[in-house]
């Protein structure tokens, strides 16, 4: 006889887990943009070096990673929603912010190692606004209650 554990999402093991998913994600980009300055011996910064192709694939793939994101984000949004119980609204929140994260590290990882390769601060400066940007996404109630409009019962088993 075999017994299943299913998995019963609760907001609070939504904010916990999300939350600890955002810390793990933003500390792997600063550890490595840190690591990456400090073993960088030669440093400039310029936007003038047409030569280099990561002048343009940079900032795009980061303008791409920003705009995806957030109007991936809503779409998933307006699905989750209309979906009726609250556990399902909660796993599709979850995968949604989970896309949102990874469209916004790539980018920044990607000028990380840019950065590596030349040593521009430029690319740094990139990951850096990238960073910035990820901080503010940090899952909390209100934002959770904001995104998926909760109805007032469900609202208040959120709050």
């Not at 994101?69 to 989970?98: D, H």
Request: proline content about 3%; charged content about 20%.
């Amino acid at each position: 006889m075999e017994i299943e554990k299913t998995f019963k999402q609760t907001p609070e093991s939504l904010i916990k887990t999300m939350s600890i998913i955002h810390l793990a994600l933003l500390a792997g980009q600063m550890l490595l943009a840190l690591g990456a300055f400090a073993q960088s011996t030669k440093i400039f910064f310029g936007i003038m070096y047409l030569d280099d192709d990561y002048v343009y694939v940079v900032p795009i793939l980061a303008m791409m990673g920003f705009f995806g994101g957030y109007l991936l984000f809503k779409k998933q949004l307006k699905v989750i929603r209309f979906k009726s119980p609250m556990s399902e609204k909660l796993s599709g929140y979850q995968n949604a912010l989970i896309i949102r994260f990874a469209l916004l590290e790539i980018p920044s990882l990607f000028a990380i190692a840019a950065y590596m390769l030349n040593g521009n601060l430029f690319f740094l400066a990139v990951s850096g606004f990238l960073m910035v940007y990820f901080v503010f996404l940090r899952p909390t109630t209100e934002k959770v209650d904001t995104d998926l409009q909760l109805d007032l019962d469900d609202s208040m088993r959120f709050l």
